[in-house]
């Protein structure tokens, strides 16, 4: 089965912060994506990687970034956290190619006070 | 870009029956669309897929249609039960590989 892990399920921190949220997968996906949940506003693409190093922006990427050193390790990291960053964080993973579906992590509730 | 419509109203049903959640869209036909099923407190996991050429695919009490001509999903669940409750997410391709658009999803209420 795969598994898609997430470094914290809960996380409190204070405004300006840097924070670091980590993602593992351990079937050798080619593709990782980062998401933020809010209610009514669905799953947001944050960033996603096609590969170790490569990045892509996705539908709002603004005070965030991502870094991908290793295949299975995909990290999103918030330069300097503020409120409205409060957040559902998941993380997801594909094999890549057509008609993939994605396999989520367990999420990340950040709080920023 | 695409934009995706799902009853943001929750559907409350009585267990036996049948459950039927609409996922609409304004754009472009996607070459494929995704239902997942989401629990309180998790990530979303994956429950079906169909592609535009196919008009229903079903999997145990699972049935979905796709109609391109309506740009409408329907997602069914048949003899529904208490633990079919859930928020139900559909989500479209958006023509870059692995790449998906989420609709804000649709809680389902299964009561006894």
């Known amino acids: 089965d795969v598994k898609v892990t997430q470094s914290s399920r809960y996380l409190v921190k204070r405004t300006g912060e840097k924070v670091f949220l980590e993602c593992v997968q351990d079937m050798d996906h080619e593709n990782m994506f980062w998401y933020r949940q809010d209610p009514g506003l669905g799953l947001r693409l944050i960033y996603f990687s096609y590969d170790v190093k490569m990045k892509e922006k996705g539908d709002i990427p603004e005070g965030y970034s991502v870094s991908r050193e290793k295949k299975e390790r995909f990290s999103l990291i918030l330069e300097s956290a503020s409120t409205n960053q409060t957040s559902m964080y998941l993380c997801?993973?594909?094999?890549?190619?057509?008609?993939?579906?994605?396999?989520f992590g367990p999420g990340t509730r950040l709080l920023v006070l | 870009s695409q934009k995706i419509e799902q009853n943001s109203e929750a559907l409350n049903i009585q267990e036996g029956k049948t459950a039927t959640l609409t996922c609409n869209y304004t754009?472009?036909?996607?070459?494929?669309l995704q239902w997942y099923r989401q629990d309180p407190g998790r990530g979303p996991v994956f429950l079906l897929l169909i592609r535009e050429n196919e008009k229903e695919k079903r999997k145990e009490r699972l049935k979905v249609t796709f109609d391109t001509t309506l740009k409408q999903s329907l997602f069914h669940i048949t003899a529904s039960q208490p633990a079919d409750s859930a928020t139900y997410l559909c989500?479209?391709?958006?023509?870059?590989?692995?790449?998906?658009?989420f609709g804000t999803g649709t809680r389902l209420q299964v009561t006894l």
């Open positions: 754009n472009y036909s996607p070459a494929y």
């Open positions: 997801a993973s594909t094999t890549g190619g057509l008609e993939e579906t994605q396999y």
């Open positions: 989500a479209l391709e958006t023509g870059t590989a692995s790449k998906l658009t």
